[in-house]
């Protein structure tokens, strides 16, 4: 996205409770498992959860074994969905498990190095924040880490495991300038209602924006700058009990809050011979290498693959009008530094590890500990590119 003048742009983020992220850690968990057994294992497992009720389903083809009650337990547990009140418990939910084996058709042509899919995948970086990503998912995301870190240390005890944030951003050029407005949805007991019953107190909305919001956004925080609290009126029903969820449908959460486009795929249940999720992830690291180079301030690379075929069938960058030197030129660059089949990208970013499950929440990029963060090929890029 690229506009002059000034302008408002807004991300959300959700907490480890929501239902969509439920099943996004129990698809994940269940792949991490599978390839701490046999790395080769082929997995695309869907989760679904709605009251009381888990259903994990998919195609999996492995050596390994994963037990899928037990796993699926497991993360329901440590998200913190332990009371029937909840309206899932991990101690009394029924699960049901739908796995069949990966179609031999696919598998055909990815045992030969072929890409597990047909899909454009995308990566960005920009240089708003140390984490060369953009401002608003961010802090969205920072803002429900936060909220259960408060949760789970019992500095708020009156909090759910349910919850969701969102950041709007005054930009300038397109340059963040300060913080319009930040929304915090946060699930809670009764114990912080009024004498309705209908409302939060206002010292309980002071509290958390004073506990959750402003650790978080202390630079940014100014006189005009907005905050909505549960606005509602109370947010007690939450989780699968308020609403159904299914892996892979927070994808705008997952990566760049809908600054850039989205190539349309989902990550989570998906082992890296699918490109949806280890061509996004290269796509990414091509992107943040190239702004840590230097050779412009926002770069959005895309990626397209077919079924079957190892190379990429085309790459495309967008630099916004920045970049140092003719995009053509880079992209030449690109492909001489960079391997971009299926096998090529496993290798580089090392993919064939239980790293999964720790992506589920919190969005997939901006986080240090993940292979495809590193910047370690911007010298080589600047060097190629003769700067």
Known sequence: MSKSGKHLF??????EGHPDKICDQISDAILDNLISQDPQSRVACETYVTMA???VGGEITTRGHADVHNITRTVIKNIGYTHPKYGLDYDTCAIIN????QSLDIAQGVDKGGAGDQGTMIGYACLETPEFMPLPIILAHKLVMRMAEVRKK???KYLGPDGKSQVTVEYEDNKPRRIDSVVLACQHSEEILDETK????EDARQQIIDTIAHPVLKKWIDQDIKYYVNETGKFIIGGPQSDTGMTGRKVIVDTYGGMVPHGGGAFSGKDPTKVDRSATYMARYIAKNIVAAGLTERCLLQLAYVIGRPEPLSIMLDTFG???IPEDKLIAVVRKNFDLTPQGIIKTLDLLKPIYQKTACFGHFGRSEFPWEKIDKA?????????
């Open 10 to 15: 807004t991300s959300e983020s959700v907490a």
């Open 98 to 101: 739908a796995i069949h084996s």
């Open 53 to 55: 009720l888990v259903i």
């Open 198 to 201: 209908k409302f939060i107190t």
């Open 154 to 156: 019992g500095i708020l």
């Open 322 to 324: 920045g970049s140092k």
């Open 379 to 387: 010298h080589a890029l600047k060097k190629d590119a003769g700067l």
